[in-house]
């Protein structure tokens, strides 16, 4: 069974960082492709970062500079280090993973089969 556990949420003023991280079960993301994506109220889900079982990565425009997606694959752990935040990154975020995957990083939710629970950032102003 394949669980994925994000924690690391919070609420920050603007200008500051969170890091979050997504303990993954069932799945190796050394061979996966994972990502991380946020969803705001009235909002669709968009994707954030995602990083191949290659380890190339790819990120949305409207973070790139910003954040940093990485993974520790003895830990099976997924991370995304957010800096220089904004209120408008205020959103749930979900950690995705694909398993077994060689394809590249891509940011769209249906190229995602597991999902996490989310976990809440407010970024205040």
């Known amino acids: 069974q394949v669980q994925l556990v994000e924690s690391g949420g919070g609420s920050v003023q603007a200008g500051g960082s969170l890091r979050l991280s997504c303990a993954a079960s069932?799945?190796?993301?050394?061979?996966?492709?994972v990502g991380w994506f946020r969803q705001a109220p009235g909002k669709e889900r968009e994707g954030v970062a995602a990083?191949?079982?290659?380890?190339?990565?790819g990120y949305a425009d409207s973070v790139k500079g910003r954040f940093t997606i990485s993974k520790d694959n003895a830990k099976n752990t997924l991370y995304l280090q957010m800096n220089s935040l904004k209120p408008e990154d205020t959103a749930t975020y979900y950690c995705?993973?694909?398993?077994?995957?060689?394809?590249?990083?891509?940011?769209?939710?249906?190229?995602?089969?597991?999902w996490g629970q989310g976990t809440q950032v407010t970024v205040s102003s």
């Open positions: 995705a993973a694909y398993p077994n995957s060689w394809g590249g990083p891509y940011l769209s939710p249906a190229l995602f089969t597991y």
């Open positions: 990083i191949a079982s290659d380890d190339r990565k």
């Open positions: 069932g799945l190796i993301i050394s061979r996966s492709r």
